[in-house]
C-alpha cells in the first residue's frame, strides 16, 4: 500500500478517501457526516450522494462536484477508479482503485443483505482491501430484518393505545425502516421528525416507495396513539419525545442486539435492524475477495485482525478519527 | 423456556415499576404449575442450581469459540450471559423444555452428560433463551426485579395481602403449588412451621434533618445501634434457630447459643461477640461470620452473645401487632424468668429533646461498639418491612479520606459499558497501596467523568482490570476502619464510598497509610 498512506491518502493523484476535513480533492463514499463533510474544493461521488451532501450542507457544500456512476471507471494520471455498490444507504459505494496492476477496495459503510432503499452489494476481488468493522464482534450476527420489522407491527397490535416512537438515523435507516413496514402490508400513514422530511423527499424523488409519511404536529396530541413515528435518537432522548401520551421506545440499530445497551438507552423494544455488515458478513467478504491485505478503518478493529491471523492474512489496525463509531448509527 | 426468557427480557427492558408488576401478574395468571412456581423461585433468588458451576458453561463456550475473540467480545458486551448467548455459534433445529422441565433436567444431570446436554440447549435455544438459560445457571438475573416486586405482583394478581404473602414466604418452598393453590382461591393460606420459620423483620429509615423538626420527640425512645449483625433467634422446646436479616440460617455457626427455657419465643437482637456482654468490634465478630465448622478455639476466644431488642411470638402468642411498649413489657418479664448465659437486654435511652438525645449520642458513642442509635415509634407495632414513620436510624459521621484512584473495573447489568468499580490507595512511602473498593456514592454525572478518565488514562489492562495513571484523587466516606490480615495496606475500610471527586487536588497531596492508621486505627 506504499501509494496509499494511512489516512487513505491517494498519493499518485492527490485525493483522499472520506476526508475529516477539507482537503483539495476528495472521493465520498456515502452521505454519511462522519464520511461526508463539507469544504472540500473538488469532490466525486455518486449522483445520489453529491445529493444527499447538498439538502445536509447546502449546494456549495464543495467548489467542484463530479459524478461517477457504479459500475463505470474513471481513469486521472495512472490510476483507475471504479465505484461498486456497497448496499449501506442510497448511493453508497466501495471505491476500487487500482495503480500499476494493484488493486486496492475501499469498502466504505457496508452491508451485503438485500436493501430495496439502494442497490444491492456488488462484491469485487482485490490485493487489499480496506474495509469498515463496526460490527466486528462475533457477538453481532444480525438476525433477519423482517422478522424484526414484525416484532414492532406485534407491539402495535398488542399496545393500540400507545404511539410507538422509533429511533432511527435521519439517512438510510429511516427509509429502510419505513419501506420494510410497506414490504410487510403496513399501509397506514407513517409520522416523522421533521428533521427527516427532506431525506424522506429526495429517497421518494428516487422511486423508493415509503408510502404515505407526514411530518409530525405536536399542537394534535392523542392523535397518535397506536401509531408509529420515527425520529432520531436525540429527538427521543430530549423534550420533544414528551409530548407524546406514553410512548413505547424503539430503536433501530445492529447495537440493540446488545440488551445491555438498550436498557441503557431506555429502550423498551429493540429493533436490530443494521445497516452494516455484520461478523459473518464482514469476514465471509474478506475470505471473498482473496485479498492478502487487509486494513481496518474504523470499529472493533483487533477482532477482525486477530481473524485475519488466524486466517493466514495480514491485517492492520488503522483507527481512523472521526468516524462516528458509538453513536447508534 | 420460550415464555420464561420473554418474560426475563420484557422485565429487563421495561423501566416502570408498575408495569413491571403488570407483566408479572399477567405471567402469573397464564402459566400453569409448576412452570409459573419455579420461574417465582428464581426471581425471588431462591433457586440454586448447585450442580453446574459457571466454569463449566465457560470450557464448553471455549471448545466452540475462539478463546480470543471470546475475550474481546465479552470486554465489549460486559455481561458474560449476554456474550455467549451472541457468540454462540451453533445452530440447530429444536425446541427447549419448558423452565420446570429444564429444571428437572439440570438438577439431575450425571456429571458426563452434563458437557452434551448444555451444548445441545444452547444450539436449539434462540438468543433470548440462550441468555435466560445462562442467567438461570449463573444465577443472579440483575434484571432489576426485586423479591419484593415479584410478591407484590402476586398481591396482585390474587387480590390476597402482601404482607400476608411476607408471612409465610419463608415456610414454603418453590415451586410452591400450595401458595398458588392458595393466592387461586382452590386451597387454604398455607400452614407454616413457627419453629423453623423467618419472620421477615422490621428495618428502620435514615432519620433526616427535615425529620427532627416534624417528630415529636416524647412519642419515642432510642436504644442503641449495635454494631453486629441483626438477628432473629427461635427458641423452641430444645431447639434454637438464628436467621441473618436477609432470612438465611445462620445457627451453625453459632453452636454455643443454646436454650435454658422452655417456653416457644420469638426474639429480635443483635449478634455480638464479647465477654460479660462487652462487645467487641465488628472485626472480632467477623471472625465468627461464615464458618461451616466452628472450634472451640473461635469460641473461646470470641464468643457470641445476643442484645435483645425485641419481641414477636410468646408461646404461639403473636404479638407483632401489639405496641412496642407492650411488647417491651413482655420482652423484659421474659428475660427476667429466662436470664441465662446468652442474651442481654439492649437498654431503653430515655430522653425529652432531640437536642438532649443528639448529645447523648455524641458523649456516649463507643466507636466499636456502636453504630449509631436507633429511635422507636413508643406505641408502634412490628411491621415487617421498612414502613414509614416508626423507626429511624441515626448512624455515626462518617468518616473521610482522600484517596488516588489506582484500578478499575467495568460494572454490571445496567452499568456494564462504564468503568465503575474502583480501587484506590494512599501513599506508602512513594508506592501507592490499595485500601479499599467502593463502587457507588457517585452520581450518573461524576460517573461519566471517572469512566472517561478511566478510559483516557489506562496504563495496564489485567484481563477485565484496568490500571490508571495515579492522578486522579477521590474522597472517600467510610463507617470504620478494621485492621485486616487478608489486606496488604493491613487496614479494611467498612461500607466504603466515592463521597466526592477531588480533580482540583494532586495526588502527591494525600496521605500517607501510617498517617491514616495512626488517625483511625
Given amino acids: ?329 | 423456556m420460550k415464555k420464561f426468557s420473554e418474560l426475563i427480557n420484557k422485565l429487563l427492558l421495561t423501566s416502570s415499576r408498575n408495569r413491571k408488576i403488570d407483566i408479572l401478574s399477567n405471567y402469573f395468571q397464564n402459566t400453569s404449575d409448576p412452570d409459573r412456581g419455579y420461574t417465582l423461585a428464581i426471581l425471588t433468588n431462591e433457586l440454586e442450581l448447585r450442580n453446574i458451576p459457571i466454569s463449566r458453561i465457560k470450557e464448553i463456550v471455549f471448545e466452540n469459540v475462539d478463546n480470543e475473540l471470546f475475550t474481546l467480545s465479552y470486554d465489549y458486551v460486559g455481561d458474560l450471559a449476554e456474550t455467549i448467548s451472541l457468540i454462540w455459534p451453533h445452530k440447530e433445529l429444536g425446541s427447549l423444555l419448558s423452565i420446570s422441565e429444564i429444571i428437572d433436567v439440570l438438577r439431575n444431570l450425571k456429571r458426563d452428560e452434563v458437557n452434551k446436554t448444555l451444548k445441545n440447549y444452547l444450539s436449539i435455544a434462540n438468543e433470548t433463551e440462550r441468555w435466560a438459560l445462562i442467567k438461570l445457571i449463573s444465577g443472579g438475573l440483575r434484571i432489576g426485579v426485586s423479591s419484593r416486586l415479584a410478591k407484590t405482583a402476586l398481591a396482585k394478581f390474587s387480590n390476597k395481602k402482601l404482607d400476608d404473602i411476607e408471612k409465610i414466604w419463608h415456610g414454603i418452598e418453590a415451586p410452591y403449588d400450595n401458595l398458588f393453590n392458595w393466592l387461586c382461591d382452590e386451597g387454604p393460606m398455607p400452614k407454616i412451621d413457627l419453629l423453623k420459620t423467618f419472620n421477615p423483620m422490621m428495618l428502620a429509615n435514615p432519620i433526616s434533618k427535615n425529620d427532627f423538626k416534624t417528630l415529636i420527640s416524647s412519642q419515642f425512645i432510642a436504644e442503641w445501634k449495635w454494631d453486629g449483625i441483626r438477628v432473629q433467634i427461635i427458641l423452641g422446646k430444645s431447639s434454637v434457630k438464628i436467621f441473618s436479616r436477609t432470612g438465611d440460617d445462620i445457627s451453625q455457626s453459632f453452636p454455643e447459643i443454646k436454650n435454658s427455657a422452655d417456653s416457644m419465643v420469638i426474639l429480635d437482637g443483635e449478634l455480638l461477640v464479647g465477654r460479660d456482654f462487652i462487645p467487641m468490634n465488628f472485626n472480632s465478630l467477623q471472625q465468627r461470620l461464615n464458618r461451616k465448622k466452628v472450634t472451640q478455639k473461635h469460641m473461646d476466644e470470641f464468643p457470641a452473645f445476643i442484645k435483645l431488642y425485641d419481641i414477636l411470638y410468646l408461646n404461639n402468642e403473636d404479638l407483632r401487632d401489639k405496641t412496642w411498649k407492650s411488647r417491651r413489657f413482655e420482652l423484659e418479664k421474659w428475660f427476667k424468668k429466662n436470664d441465662n448465659n446468652y442474651f442481654d437486654l439492649s437498654n431503653v435511652i430515655k430522653f425529652s429533646s432531640w437536642d438532649e438525645l443528639s448529645n447523648f449520642k455524641k458523649n456516649q458513642i463507643i466507636d466499636d461498639q456502636h453504630e449509631g442509635l436507633m429511635i422507636k415509634k413508643i406505641d408502634g407495632s412490628y411491621i415487617p418491612g421498612r414502613p414509614k414513620g416508626y423507626w429511624y436510624k441515626w448512624k455515626k459521621d462518617p468518616k473521610n479520606v482522600d484517596a488516588v484512584l489506582m484500578y478499575a473495573i467495568r460494572g454490571h447489568g445496567k452499568r456494564s459499558s462504564y468503568y465503575s468499580d474502583f480501587t484506590f490507595g494512599l501513599w506508602n512511602g512513594n508506592q501507592l497501596s490499595p485500601i479499599g473498593k467502593a463502587y457507588f456514592g457517585f452520581d450518573d454525572n461524576e460517573l461519566k467523568v471517572l469512566d472517561k478518565f478511566v478510559r483516557n488514562n489506562t496504563i495496564k489492562k489485567f484481563g477485565p482490570v484496568r490500571e490508571v495513571e495515579k492522578t486522579f484523587v477521590i474522597e472517600i466516606a467510610f463507617d470504620a476502619v478494621n485492621e485486616s490480615n487478608r489486606h496488604k495496606s493491613g487496614v479494611a475500610l467498612r461500607f466504603p464510598r466515592i463521597k466526592r471527586l477531588r480533580e482540583d487536588k494532586p495526588a502527591s497531596e494525600v496521605i500517607q497509610l501510617s498517617q491514616f492508621k495512626s488517625d483511625f486505627l
Fill in chain 1, 1 to 329: 500500500m506504499k501509494w496509499i498512506d494511512k489516512n487513505l491518502h491517494i498519493k499518485p493523484i492527490n485525493t483522499h478517501i472520506d476526508p475529516y476535513k477539507p482537503v483539495e480533492n476528495a472521493i465520498i463514499t456515502h452521505g454519511h457526516a462522519d464520511h461526508a463533510k463539507p469544504g472540500h474544493k473538488n469532490v466525486l461521488a455518486t449522483s445520489e450522494t453529491i445529493e444527499i451532501m447538498k439538502i445536509r450542507y447546502g449546494e456549495n457544500c464543495a467548489e467542484n462536484f463530479q459524478i461517477l456512476p457504479t459500475n463505470q471507471s474513471l481513469k486521472i494520471n495512472d490510476v483507475l477508479i471504479k465505484f461498486f455498490p456497497a448496499g449501506h444507504i442510497l448511493g453508497s459505494v466501495q471505491v476500487l482503485t487500482e495503480y500499476k496492476g494493484e488493486k486496492i477496495n475501499f469498502t466504505g459503510d457496508y452491508k451485503t443483505t438485500s436493501d430495496q432503499t439502494c442497490k444491492d452489494f456488488e462484491p469485487v476481488k482485490c490485493h487489499t482491501l480496506v474495509t469498515e468493522a463496526t460490527f466486528g464482534l462475533p457477538v453481532f450476527q444480525h438476525p433477519n430484518e423482517n422478522e424484526e420489522i414484525k416484532k414492532l407491527l406485534k407491539s402495535i397490535n398488542l399496545f393500540s393505545e400507545r404511539p410507538h416512537l422509533v429511533g432511527v438515523y435521519a439517512l438510510g435507516k429511516a427509509q429502510r425502516v419505513i419501506n420494510l413496514l410497506r414490504q410487510q402490508g403496513y399501509d397506514k400513514e407513517i409520522f416523522i421528525h421533521g428533521s427527516l422530511e427532506k431525506l424522506c423527499e429526495y429517497y421518494q424523488n428516487n422511486n423508493i416507495d415509503l408510502g404515505r409519511i407526514t411530518k409530525v404536529n405536536l399542537k394534535k396530541k392523542k392523535d397518535y396513539n397506536g401509531e408509529i413515528i420515527l425520529a432520531p435518537p436525540s429527538a427521543i432522548k430530549n423534550i420533544w419525545s414528551r409530548k407524546f401520551e406514553d410512548p413505547i421506545i424503539c430503536q433501530a440499530s445492529g447495537w440493540m442486539s446488545i440488551k445491555q445497551r438498550a436498557k441503557q438507552s431506555l429502550v423498551e423494544l429493540p429493533l436490530i435492524i443494521s445497516d452494516h455488515a455484520d461478523w459473518n458478513e464482514l469476514t465471509k467478504y474478506i475470505k471473498f475477495t482473496d485479498a492478502e491485505n487487509v486494513y481496518v478503518t474504523h470499529g472493533r478493529e483487533e477482532a477482525i485482525v486477530h481473524w485475519c491471523k488466524m486466517n493466514n492474512i495480514n491485517g492492520l489496525a488503522l483507527s481512523l478519527s472521526g468516524r462516528d463509531d458509538e453513536e447508534q448509527l
